[in-house]
């Protein structure tokens, strides 16, 4: 069927078993290459977000290669009426919409070479279902965008999310902890406000999502996985800003940093994904890279475009 992107996107439901909340289902978007040459792209989405970036889709379609967005559990168009928005308890829920989603693309559509790109929190779950397949050959390119890594928050937060994690997980999913909503980066990004972009405000809200314990805890045992080292037996691409910015509120330079994560984080961490990691810090950079100005978003295709044309 069409997808609300219009009528070059196709949308496909992905059933997936009932959870603790009840029914759930995933939404894979295809874009399809004009000329495919067996290539194809997967793409996940970070917190409060879903898949729109149809820029980054046509980018990768204009070189023969499919493109493929999927709206995890409980965001976007995966969202069902009953489910609390973006609740998980263990990141490794994602799991089997992301091995359904590599089955349809290599088995159904027959692509023989699969680069899994994500960003944000869709990067740390992308580095640990990539760890858990290694060997199999499932995807052959790992490219991350911001990847969630670390909490950006002082020491002495990270220790107290580190020491209460496991309260905090025994908490009822609907217990929000009271961080407060930042509009910097989501009033940065939209057109409405001060940014160049459209997309659906119910889907991804200018002030984000809340953040409930059980969820933070479920992070927080993922970053703790991943620092302790993973075996990611493809290349991998690594992209991050050049500067981190803490801001509650917009403020112009908002549009030319980090405002959610820490690049020094990412940086550290990256190369405790596997043995063969490249890390590009990107000047002018936003935390959705390829949101970033022109010139930022620019180097980031020609950044990924190059190192892709080097690891097959």
């Not at 992070?219 to 800003?241: F, K, N, W």
């Not at 010139?295 to 190059?306: I, K, L, N, Q, T």
């Amino acid at each position: 069927m069409h997808d609300v992107l219009g009528p070059d996107y196709e949308l496909t439901v992905l059933p997936m078993p009932d959870d603790y909340e009840g029914e759930v289902v995933a939404s894979l978007v295809r874009r399809r290459a004009a000329d495919p040459a067996g290539r194809a792209v997967l793409y996940l989405h970070g917190f409060t977000d879903y898949f729109f970036q149809t820029h980054l889709a046509e980018h990768f379609a204009a070189q023969g290669i499919d493109f493929y967005g999927l709206d995890l559990r409980k965001y976007g168009r995966s969202l069902l009426p009953h489910q609390t928005r973006g609740f998980v308890r263990s990141v490794t829920e994602y799991f089997p919409e992301i091995d359904e989603a590599v089955r349809i693309i290599r088995a159904e559509h027959g692509h023989e070479e699969v680069i899994l790109n994500a960003h944000s929190t869709g990067g740390l779950v992308a580095a640990l279902w990539a760890d858990r397949v290694r060997g199999r050959g499932l995807v052959q390119n790992l490219v991350l965008n911001s990847p969630f890594l670390d909490l950006n928050v002082p020491g002495h937060l990270r220790l107290a999310a580190d020491v209460l994690h496991l309260p905090l997980s025994r908490l009822p999913a609907r217990a929000v902890l009271p961080l407060g909503l930042s509009t910097a980066y989501g009033t940065s990004l939209h057109r409405d406000h001060h940014g160049e972009w459209e997309f659906d405000l119910e889907w991804k809200p200018v002030g984000g999502f809340p953040v409930h314990a059980a969820w933070l805890a479920a992070i927080r045992r993922a970053q703790r996985r991943l620092h302790g080292g993973l075996r990611v037996d493809v290349p991998v691409l690594v992209l991050c800003a050049e500067k981190g910015l803490r801001l509650r509120d917009f403020a112009p330079e908002a549009q030319g940093a980090d405002t959610v994560l820490d690049p020094e984080q990412i940086a550290r961490w990256s190369t405790r994904i596997g043995g063969h990691v490249t890390c590009v810090r990107v000047p002018g950079g936003m935390h959705d890279l390829v949101l970033s100005p022109a010139p930022a978003r620019e180097r980031v295709f020609a950044e990924m475009d190059r190192w892709l044309a080097c690891y097959r």
